[in-house]
């Protein structure tokens, strides 16, 4: 089992910048990818960045390429996201997940592509 705390998360006006922290633990050496996703109000959960453990192989959704930055630091078992040039579009739920497997860049773009998911921290931009 794989434990993920997201942190991070509040309120921000556009333009702004957010820091999100994702902490894994226990089997984490089982863990080869790791991603962000996040659910917006009545929409459905779309993928936002993913890294590789290995190699830090990076892939973004097509709505954050520019603006946001996914890393990993092995040594601490964290993944963090800088959100930067915020938007209100982006207010959403996010979320942390860790895959046991790389099945290719398509594979780490989708919800089923993961096995463990956090619970999730609010981010809001404000206009």
């Known amino acids: 089992q794989v434990q993920l705390v997201e942190s991070g998360g509040g309120l921000v006006q556009a333009g702004g910048s957010l820091r999100l922290s994702c902490a894994a633990s226990?089997?984490?050496?089982?863990?080869?990818?790791m991603g962000w996703f996040r659910q917006g109000p009545g929409q459905e959960r779309e993928f936002v960045a993913a890294?590789?453990?290995?190699?830090?192989?990076?892939y973004y959704g097509d709505s954050v390429k520019g603006r946001f930055t996914i890393s990993r630091d092995n040594a601490k078992n964290t993944v963090s996201l800088q959100m930067n040039s915020l938007k209100p579009e982006d207010t959403a739920v996010y979320y942390c997940?860790?895959?046991?497997?790389?099945?290719?860049?398509?594979?780490?773009?989708?919800?089923?592509?993961?096995?463990?998911w956090g619970q999730g921290t609010q981010v809001t931009v404000s206009s």
């Open positions: 997940a860790a895959a046991s497997a790389f099945g290719g860049s398509y594979y780490v773009t989708l919800i089923r592509g993961y096995d463990y």
């Open positions: 226990g089997r984490t050496f089982s863990s080869a990818v």
């Open positions: 890294i590789r453990w290995s190699g830090g192989n990076t």
